[in-house]
């Protein structure tokens, strides 16, 4: 089988579908990954080939630029999909691109497939940016000479990469509404770092410390404040801080003796030994937590999914969560209070034993699309 798979954003958006593309390549199948440019050597790093798809989102944008950046990705993810999706016998693409990616299928009559990172439709988009897409996939329909009137979450696998305790209640809404979201649970590559040796050693070298880290995709107005202000909350805790910034320049940054700061880590390595793990709220960063049976605090930057994922850890009793720029030194120390008690860690434990594994998800997503090219749907 040949499997097309294009998946835009940030690295939480992009390993799910290399995660997916490598357990379909160890199955023998050909799979054509496509990943915005940037995202190419971090998927190589995982022994994957990549293509470009679409160009790299800037780390900041001028709002009156948004509406021009916005069409210009919609007209490169429309061109890619016909390219790539020749002579395939599945489409794999993202929530957001969705719409596009369901004309390309259509036009050539093969099944699609879609991965969703939390509960909803596709359609989601509102206002001005909402009416331009549908004008923007109108237009595509018609240069592909498809007729109008399909809606592409009927015609649509949409894979749910999460667990379905996450989101009690929307397995028996969607079948009711006939769609086809079956749950896989979070997927990732678990790739290793660099720096996990390292951190593991430190860690054993003192009591388990409090994770912070907010994302590959973020990028932080003032990361010395934000090391300043996490340090005297574990201070006045007496917990030590793991401190994760990504590609942020760390040379400039003071640090405590009860705190490390590094780049990126192995979260499914890293997790197991912390007290809790603090983070913006990703679904990937959000599931490796979980996995680790350890408590939560979300710290949303990103007014999509991040909320919802901060919801759900409270709803679940392993966490609690608020908007990140609205967090003070106070806010913080009471939060991490709130979650750093035995009950709340026996919760973490009991829900992390109900949860799929890495292994498990990735082997039922492949299954599923696997399925879909035989059954032609």
């Known amino acids: 089988m040949k499997f097309v798979a294009a998946g835009y954003g940030s690295r939480g958006d992009v390993e799910p579908f290399a995660a997916v593309a ?4 160890e199955r023998g199948h050909e799979v054509c990954l496509a990943v915005p440019p940037g995202m190419i050597a971090f998927v190589e790093s995982a022994g994957l080939a990549a293509v470009p ?12 630029d948004v509406v021009r950046r916005v069409m210009q990705l919609w007209s490169e993810w429309a061109e890619a999909y016909k390219a790539l999706a020749v002579e395939a016998d599945l489409l794999l693409a993202g929530k957001g691109e969705q719409g596009l990616a369901a004309n390309v299928a259509e036009y050539y009559g093969i099944p699609l497939a879609t991965l969703h990172f939390y509960p909803g439709d596709y359609a989601t988009l509102g206002g001005v940016i909402g009416g331009l897409a549908k004008q923007a996939e109108d237009a595509q329909r018609r240069e592909l000479g498809l007729p109008d009137g399909i809606d592409p979450a009927e015609q649509t696998l949409e894979i749910q990469a999460y667990d379905e305790l996450c989101f009690p209640g929307s397995a028996a809404e969607w079948a009711e509404q006939g769609r086809r979201r079956p749950f896989v649970g979070g997927l990732t590559l678990d790739l290793p ?17 409090i994770y912070f880290g907010f994302g590959g995709g973020v990028s932080l107005p003032s990361p010395v404040e934000t090391v300043a202000v996490i340090t005297a909350a574990c201070a006045q805790l007496g917990d030590r801080a793991l401190i994760s910034l990504g590609s942020h320049d760390m040379s400039q940054i003071p640090v405590a003796d009860h705190v490390k700061v590094v780049g990126a880590v192995n979260h499914a390595a890293i997790f197991p030994a912390c007290r809790a793990v603090v983070h913006h709220g990703g679904a990937g960063t959000t599931a490796a937590g979980m996995r680790a049976g350890i408590p939560t605090l979300i710290l949303w930057i990103a007014v999509d999914d991040q909320p919802m994922w901060a919801d759900a850890v409270t709803r679940l009793g392993v966490g609690a969560g608020r908007e990140f720029w609205s967090t003070t030194l106070d806010l913080l120390v009471a939060d991490l209070r709130s979650i750093l008690t035995e009950e709340c860690a026996a919760q973490a434990r009991e829900l992390a034993t ?5 292994a498990e998800s990735v082997a039922r997503a492949a299954d599923l699309l696997e399925d879909a090219v035989r059954s032609g749907r």
């Open 354 to 358: 109900k949860l799929t594994t890495p």
């Open 53 to 64: 798809f679409g160009s790299n989102t800037p780390s900041s944008m001028d709002p009156t």
């Open 22 to 25: 490598r357990e379909l390549r």
């Open 193 to 209: 770092t660099h720096a996990d040796a390292e951190v593991l050693a430190w860690i054993a070298g003192g009591t388990s410390p």
